[in-house]
Nanobody, 127 residues
Framework: QVQLVESGGGLVQAGGSLRVSCAAS????????MGWFRQAPGKEREFVAA????????VYADSVKGRFTISRDNAKNTVYLQMNSLKPEDTAVYYC????????????????????WGQGSQVTVSS
């Protein structure tokens, strides 16, 4: 299985921006659909965004649509989540996840379909 490491989280004021990155090792990132999820204290892990293995397709949760952008650089084995216009309710631990697939158009919003997970990166948005 591919190993994933997130970086780039931190503390930001409401309205600000952050970019979190997810570096993969032990596998070829272009073989995986990639997703970002988040989990706030006392809440279940929820879907944020996903991108197909070649980047042809992306999907977003309604709560982040128009503010967040998922992208990937397969040559660098890295996936990104650019977060703009951040709100206090975006505060959570952000996880990247990988789902092995042969379908260039495939993406998933379901936690259960992802095989590998990073350790998470804390994002805190102050009001």
């Amino acid at each position: 299985q591919v190993q994933l490491v997130e970086s780039g989280g931190g503390l930001v004021q409401a309205g600000g921006s952050l970019r979190v990155s997810c570096a993969a090792s032990g596998g070829t990132l272009s073989s995986y659909c990639m997703g970002w999820f988040r989990q706030a204290p006392g809440k279940e892990r929820e879907f944020v965004a996903a991108i197909s293995r070649r980047g042809y397709n992306t999907v977003y949760a309604d709560s982040v649509k128009g503010r967040f952008t998922i992208s990937r650089d397969n040559a660098k084995n890295t996936v990104y989540l650019q977060m703009n216009s951040l709100k206090p309710e975006d505060t959570a631990v952000y996880y990247c996840a990988a789902d092995l697939t042969r379908d260039n158009t495939y993406y998933s919003i379901a936690v259960a379909t992802y095989d590998s997970w990073g350790q998470g990166s804390q994002v805190t948005v102050s009001s």
